[in-house]
T-cell receptor, first 113, second 113 residues
């Protein structure tokens, strides 16, 4: 079983739709949870991060962490064509998780004008 | 605050050659990780350096090596290049080894002919 599972999509939505991206994980020691956005042929850009459980909102983006279910989500409201990218989830936990960052495989999102 | 920088941004090499990639982390970050990203495999962890010591290594052959200098700048070397080494090589930095939040550079796109 992979440490982090992410549905690769592709996901295609009309402009203005609410997008839900999700990842599940197996190691309860993860403490930091991140979402990255990656445009084609560019490096991943940190979009949101959350420490431990809870919600975090930044503009049109909301990150949720449910540690009891080992499940994290990223919601994009009023999606725009410029949101078309691959979204990667990532998590870390320092020594308790082998001093490594663990990434999902990425979900490809296309927002259709 | 300047982000993670990588040089060069693009490289074209032929099989059998060697290549050195450079990464400058965000000021104050002591951990530098390297990843290989290909369309079919996603993000693959190469190795991580913290305070000039390799702390973690992924499942790559010995042709892939790295080092970190006292100013936290890092280099990655690939010897005896193979066609399959064509990829986007990403450097990421963080304050802690495998903990906290990781920030990526723009990547070096390596093409092996």
């Amino acid at each position: 079983q992979k440490e982090v599972e992410q549905d690769p999509g592709p996901l295609s939505v009309p402009e203005g739709a609410i997008v839900s991206l999700n990842c599940t994980y197996s190691n309860s020691a993860f403490q930091y949870f991140m979402w990255y956005r990656q445009y084609s042929r560019k490096g991943p850009e940190l979009l949101m991060y959350t420490y431990s459980s809870g919600n975090k909102e930044d503009g049109r983006f909301t990150a949720q962490v449910d540690k009891s279910s080992k499940y994290i989500s990223l919601f994009i409201r009023d999606s725009q064509p410029s949101d078309s990218a691959t979204y990667l989830c990532a998590m870390s936990g320092g020594y308790d998780t082998g001093n490594q960052f663990y990434f999902g495989t990425g979900t490809s999102l296309t927002v259709i004008p | 605050k300047a982000g993670v920088t990588q040089t060069p941004r693009y490289l074209i090499k032929t099989r059998g050659q060697q290549v050195t990639l450079s990464c400058s982390p965000i000021s104050g970050h002591r951990s530098v990780s390297w990843y290989q990203q290909t369309p079919g495999q996603g993000l693959q962890f190469l190795f991580e350096y913290f305070s000039e010591t390799q702390r973690n290594k992924g499942n790559f052959p010995g042709r892939f090596s790295g080092r970190q200098f006292s100013n936290s700048r890092s280099e990655m070397n690939v010897s005896t290049l193979e066609l399959g080494d064509s990829a986007l090589y990403l450097c990421a930095s963080s304050w802690f080894s495998g903990g906290g939040i990781e920030f990526f550079g723009p990547g070096t796109r390596l093409t092996v002919l």
